[in-house]
């Protein structure tokens, strides 16, 4: 089935440790997504690819790098920069008639 | 980008029609309107999409009125399992800076 993969579905970390979430979509998107929620709020935008080897940040960046080597794939990690981790990672890859498509999520803990 | 703004929550019982309205001014002539439905610890899903006017699928209505600057999404005839947040999504079909809003959270009752 086609589809949005993301793993792991749960995930601890330790302070000062960078952990990285994996996305892999096979629609054949070009553009990719990574969002973050926090409890009770809406999704905030992390970064975006449009192409491969091209990605774009969002409103949240700072502390998470990207990188897009194939189009399937889109991992996101959570650099310990980052100062408050604790989160749902949600992925999505976009298709051109204005539909995003969702992964299950990747709920990040900072132990 | 154009910016939304949805009401924080909206609670409605079984059976009655719930009707969320977006709020987005400032929305260009390109952007289309797009709708999508979160649960508990799950991605969004789309729900409806439209530019202007009324669309209808299986599962929601989307009025639109002709100056484009608010949207109205209409669920008929909720059940328990509506029970979920909907979020307004503005923006072109090209790929670009997608921002959500806060959503709006439904909660029905029996």
């Known amino acids: 089935d086609g589809g949005i993969t993301q793993s792991p579905k749960y995930l601890f970390r330790k302070e000062g440790q960078n952990v990285t979430l994996s996305c892999e979509q096979n629609?054949?998107?070009?553009?990719m997504y990574w969002y973050r929620q926090d409890p009770g709020q809406g999704l905030r935008l992390i970064y975006y690819s449009q192409i491969v080897n091209d990605f774009q940040k969002g409103d949240i960046a700072e502390g998470y790098s990207v990188s897009r080597e194939k189009k399937e794939s889109f991992p996101l990690t959570v650099t310990s920069a980052q100062k408050n981790p604790t989160a749902f990672y949600l992925c999505?890859?976009?298709?051109?008639?204005?539909?995003?498509?969702f992964g299950e999520g990747s709920r990040l803990t900072v132990l | 980008l154009a910016k939304t703004t949805q009401p924080i929550s909206m609670d409605s019982y079984e059976g009655q029609e719930v009707n969320i309205t977006c709020s987005h001014n400032n929305i260009a002539t390109n952007d289309y309107i797009t709708w999508y439905q979160q649960f508990p610890s799950q991605g969004p899903r789309f729900i409806i999409q439209g530019y202007k006017t009324k669309v209808t699928n299986e599962v929601a209505s989307l009025f639109i009125p002709a100056d484009r600057k608010s949207s109205t999404l209409s669920l008929p005839r909720v059940s328990l399992s509506d029970t979920a947040v909907y979020y307004c999504l503005v923006g072109e079909h090209s790929w670009g800076k997608l921002q959500f809003g806060a959503g709006t959270q439904v909660v029905v009752t029996p």
């Open positions: 999505a890859s976009f298709v051109n008639t204005g539909e995003l498509f």
């Open positions: 629609l054949n998107h070009d553009a």
